[in-house]
Nanobody
Framework: QVQLQESGPGLVKPSQTLFLTCTVS??????????WSWIRQPPGKGLEWVGA???????YYSPSLKSRTSISRDTSKNQFTLQLNSVTPGDTAVYYC???????????????WGQGTQVTVSS
């Protein structure tokens, strides 16, 4: 059974950089052909795909967030990390990590999800 667990700060100040880590157990993040995504849900809004890292290490980003986003991985720890620069209150959301076969951006195509972590951007 694959499990994903998000970790990171619950509160970040505007203009700072947010780092969130997803730790995966029960399966390797390098296994063909899985993609590992970050998705967020702002309060009162729908799910928004942020970006993904593939089993190969290739990365993909939402066009609207690409200039501020970076996703990396540590294969020795079976983790992948989201870096979001210059955060604003508009980045306040519950952030999820999830797995899919192939690159997908719609929520019904992920087979495993983390429980989500609340991130609030406020001074």
């Amino acid at each position: 059974q694959v499990q994903l667990q998000e970790s990171g700060p619950g509160l970040v100040k505007p203009s700072q950089t947010l780092f969130l880590t997803c730790t995966v157990s029960g399966g390797s993040i390098t296994t063909n052909y899985y993609y590992w995504s970050w998705i967020r849900q702002p309060p009162g809004k729908g799910l928004e795909w942020v970006g993904a890292i593939a089993y190969s290490g290739s990365t993909y980003y939402s066009p609207s967030l690409k200039s501020r986003t970076s996703i990396s991985r540590d294969t020795s720890k079976n983790q992948f990390t989201l870096q979001l620069n210059s955060v604003t209150p508009g980045d306040t959301a519950v952030y999820y990590c999830a797995r899919s076969v192939g690159l997908v951006v719609t929520s019904d195509e992920y087979d495993y999800w983390g429980q989500g972590t609340q991130v609030t951007v406020s001074s």
